[in-house]
């Protein structure tokens, strides 16, 4: 069987995040969407995505092929009914069509039969559903990732709570921190450090690689992902990989991409003075759309920055390789490739984009291939009617 993960026309819905990735790229839990399907299939997926991306994320066909949409979170119920397909059929729950099973990749499945699944199913619809479905996709990977296994010893010098929901990975270091797993399970990963003072309220994923620095404080449910960097306050939130927020300031309700970097001192706010509902902007539609939350902070697309005291209205969207600085509240709405801040953004050129985004990659044993220059590319062409400049 060859199973491949397909955008399945969420690709829109869930920008800026999928402007760099496919939908099952994201990451929700402790594993990306991906992750959780491999695990559960037991397979290796390829992708089937959009046409600028399909480089960097290939696709891979064969005889018989099972296609899996990418924004929905992988379970057992699910693969059990996705193993009975038969080549022809589709998989549905209510209107939405979970997968289906071809010996050739079509765009028209109304000629295919109709299986129903009457089983819970859930997904990635929104982008705030990255952070308000994180608590159960933590919950769902960690009893999947620690079943059978044994946690590294946790030191006694460490002030622990339900000792057995916390999961320490080969190489985790953990000294003279606060452990709370009585409200969600705590996941530390391989190689990964909580330094001295961090207090720590479950549910907590800190993936391979990752650190919380000196007196970091969080509130679950929050998944930092694999070479990242976490410090002040962070509550309910998820950062997908090589970011970082190293320093004193508020991250709460918010979702940041890959190689983001928030400056010291920094903030979000994830409610507004009136308490009233959260609107985000919709890529979809061109314009602002209602949450339905009341708490919703900060959506920062992969390689965004801001400079240090940086202010965060509620709901704010920014882009793809942006960069925020100076005084004052920037437009809740920042489109890819700016630079500049309150007072007015400007065109953030290629160039010079790509020169840092290299230096900052190659800090990680990484550097800008040509497949991530020809993906950014194609974001600033689809981006520039935002740009004023």
């Keep these: 069987m060859n199973y491949i993960l397909a955008d399945f026309n969420r690709h829109n819905s869930l920008l800026p995040f999928t402007y760099t990735r496919p939908t099952a790229g994201m990451r929700c839990g402790i594993l990306t969407l991906k992750e959780k399907w491999e695990r559960r299939l037991n397979a290796s997926v390829s992708f089937l995505t959009q046409e600028y991306l399909q480089d ?34 589709k998989l549905m729950h209510g209107d939405e069509v979970i997968a289906f099973r071809e010996s050739v990749i079509t765009t028209n499945l109304d000629s295919l039969k109709e299986i129903v699944f009457r089983g819970e199913c859930d997904g990635i619809y ?42 320490l990975e080969e190489g ?31 549910g907590f994923a800190l993936c391979d690689h990752s650190s919380t620095k000196l007196g970091t404080k969080v509130y679950g449910p929050t998944t930092v992902g694999p070479h990242s960097k976490i410090g002040g306050e962070v509550n309910n939130s998820v950062i997908f990989g090589y970011s970082n927020k190293g320093h004193e300031g508020f ?33 979809e539609t061109g314009r602002f759309a209602k949450t339905g939350l009341q708490f919703c902070g900060l959506m920062m697309g992969d390689h965004s920055k801001c400079g240090i005291n940086t202010m965060f209205n509620t709901g704010t969207v920014i882009g793809v390789s942006a960069n925020i600085y100076g005084a004052g509240y920037p437009r809740n709405f920042i489109p890819s490739f700016s630079w500049g801040g309150p007072q007015g953004t400007m065109t953030y050129k290629t160039n010079k984009a790509y020169e840092v985004a290299d230096v900052v990659m190659k800090r990680r044993g990484l550097s800008l291939e040509q497949v991530d220059i020809d993906i950014l590319d194609a974001v600033f062409e689809k981006t520039s009617t935002y740009r004023k400049d």
């Excluded at 092929?65 to 193993?83: K, P, Q, R, W, Y």
């Excluded at 308000?132 to 990977?141: I, T, Y």
Aim: net charge negative.
């Design 56 to 89: 960097k994320f290939p696709l891979k066909t064969a005889g018989d092929n099972m296609v899996i949409a990418g924004h929905i979170f992988a379970s057992e119920e699910l693969v059990s009914a996705i193993h009975q397909l038969s080549v022809g059929e």
């Design 126 to 167: 929104n982008t705030w559903d990255i952070f308000s479905k994180n608590g159960n996709q933590l919950e769902a990977d960690f009893n999947l990732i620690t079943v059978g296994r044994k946690s590294q010893p946790i030191p006694e010098h460490n002030n622990i709570l339900n000792p057995d929901r916390i999961f």
């Design 172 to 202: 985790a270091v953990v000294n003279f921190a606060t452990l709370n797993a009585s409200t969600g399970p705590i996941y530390i990963g391989k190689n990964a450090e909580v330094m001295e003072g961090s207090i720590i309220r479950g």
């Design 251 to 283: 991250l709460g309700n918010s979702v940041l991409g890959e190689w983001c970097n928030i400056g010291a001192d920094s903030n979000t706010s994830n409610l507004k003075n009136n308490y009233a509902e959260v609107k985000l902007w919709n890529y």
